[in-house]
């Protein structure tokens, strides 16, 4: 299945929790959820009751609209935190957050990981100095993410350091908001990656 290209808010309507798919709206709460805190259409407000299988594709849809990956992408996640030792849903967690579009999202260089991921797909982003276009790219700890020196006048990017006085920084990187470059210092603590997740139900999905 292709990636969702549709209006972001209605997702974060459909779901009822904020995904961070708008940025600066969500935080002056101009976005549509907050304004109209039940689903969308006709029938949005009747919310019959769901099974558990509706509850785990939920989940895992929400996830994936959450960080902006394919079907394919999210299964392959899946599969690789699967095969690692320890928990599957926190091994998920942290494989997910190590992705490029993510790492430039969580270091405030974009105000969305849809920016963020168009950030690197375009060009505009360095790792260890040398030019990575996949989003999907799996930043190791220890490696340098930079803005490009002729993107780091870009008002977009400049206005979302800005906006991180407000969201503030998470302590898995450190940045150098002057010179618009960051580390991805380590993986993070499952209990430090505060979203509205709940991993244990896509791992009873895909386990069936």
């Known amino acids: 299945m292709a990636r969702y290209r549709g209006p972001v808010e209605k997702l974060e309507r459909r779901f009822g929790v904020s995904l961070a798919l708008k940025g600066e709206r969500r935080l002056v709460g101009k ?10 259409g006709q029938h949005g407000q009747r919310r019959g009751k769901v099974s558990e299988y509706g509850l785990q594709l939920a989940e895992k849809q929400k996830a994936k609209a959450m960080y902006g990956t394919s079907e394919k992408q999210f299964r392959t996640l899946f599969k690789e935190a699967n095969r690692l030792e320890g928990n599957t849903g926190e091994n998920l967690i942290r494989l997910i957050e ?3 579009d993510n790492v430039v999202y969580r270091m405030g260089f ?14 505009h982003i ?5 030019r990575v276009d996949i989003p999907s790219y799996s930043v190791r700890a220890g490696q340098k993410i930079e803005v490009r020196e ?8 400049l206005r979302a350091l800005e906006l991180t006085a407000q ?24 209990e430090e990656v505060v979203i509205p997740i709940e991993e244990r139900l896509i791992v009873e999905l895909y386990s069936k």
Do not use: M
């Open 31 to 40: 976005s549509a959820l907050d304004k109209r805190p039940y689903g969308p």
């Open 98 to 100: 190590s992705r490029l």
């Open 110 to 123: 974009a105000s969305t990981r849809r920016f963020a991921r168009q950030l690197v797909t375009h060009g």
């Open 126 to 130: 360095l790792v260890d100095g040398k």
């Open 150 to 157: 002729k993107s780091k006048k870009n008002p977009q990017i």
């Open 167 to 190: 969201t503030g920084i998470v302590p898995w990187v450190d940045i150098d908001k002057d010179k618009i470059f960051g580390i991805f210092t380590r993986f993070p603590q499952r």
